[in-house]
């Protein structure tokens, strides 16, 4: 069964800080992981995207790593602001029958406190 | 370049009734794809629409439909509305197919709620 897993569920961290958020999956044949971070009330924003050749990618202070043999994902946020203070939603595409079906986490909670 | 508006952003409803969302893609986009979301369930796909066809569709029951114009605006349509239909909804665009390389954008949302 396709599935996406993530942890922490949620996370409170200091400002200034940096926190590490993961992403494990299973969804088979893969095509590419997707963060998005989505802050309340607002739909989600996508932070990157990595196909199966892709083992990092940055965007600003968000650093989003790929291991594809071990199927896990990892976003790592550096010298966190309250901004940051939202859900982070790891997404994965497959590549089956049914071209792009997209399988969701169930997000991780993150709080930056001052 | 305007983003992904839906329309309405709130709605209340009462079980029985139906309703109907709207969403209009960022200009050039072809994809629209549509999804529920929930506190317990978290972001479940509904269906994506591609040049006017249904391409892809979740696991909803036949209640949930959807359809795109010419011009890739959509709707999505929820008839004999359930409890449990109280939900975010939310659609997001893409240049190419959505589940292929190109970053889904997405609208703020649809808050229906089912009383």
């Known amino acids: 069964k396709n599935q996406v897993e993530q942890s922490p569920q949620s996370l409170i961290i200091l400002e200034g800080k940096n926190c590490t958020l993961q992403?494990?999956?299973?969804?088979?044949?893969?095509?590419?992981l997707r963060w998005y971070k989505q802050d309340t009330g607002r739909g989600p924003v996508s932070l990157t995207i990595?196909?199966?050749?892709?083992n990092t990618k940055s965007n600003g202070r968000y650093t989003a790593t790929l291991d594809a043999d071990t199927k896990q994902s990892s976003l790592h946020i550096t010298a966190s602001q309250l901004s940051d203070s939202a859900s982070y939603i790891c997404v994965v595409s497959d590549r089956g029958s049914t071209l792009g079906r997209l399988y969701f986490g169930r997000g991780t909670q993150l709080t930056v406190w001052p | 370049k305007a983003g992904v508006t839906q329309t309405p952003r709130y709605l209340i409803k009462t079980r029985g009734q139906q309703v109907t969302l709207s969403c209009s893609p960022i200009s050039g986009h072809r994809s629209v794809s549509w999804y529920q979301q929930t506190p317990g369930q978290g972001l479940q796909f509904l269906f994506e629409?591609?040049?006017?066809?249904?391409?892809n569709k979740g696991n909803f029951p036949g209640r949930f439909s959807g359809r795109q114009f010419s011009n890739s605006r959509s709707e999505m349509n929820v008839s004999t509305l359930e409890l449990g239909d109280s939900a975010l909804y939310l659609c997001a665009s893409s240049l190419g197919r959505s589940g292929l390389d190109s970053p889904l954008h997405f609208g703020n949302g649809t808050r229906l709620t089912v009383t």
């Open positions: 992403c494990n999956y299973t969804v088979s044949p893969f095509s590419n």
């Open positions: 629409y591609f040049s006017e066809t249904q391409r």
């Open positions: 990595m196909t199966f050749s892709e």
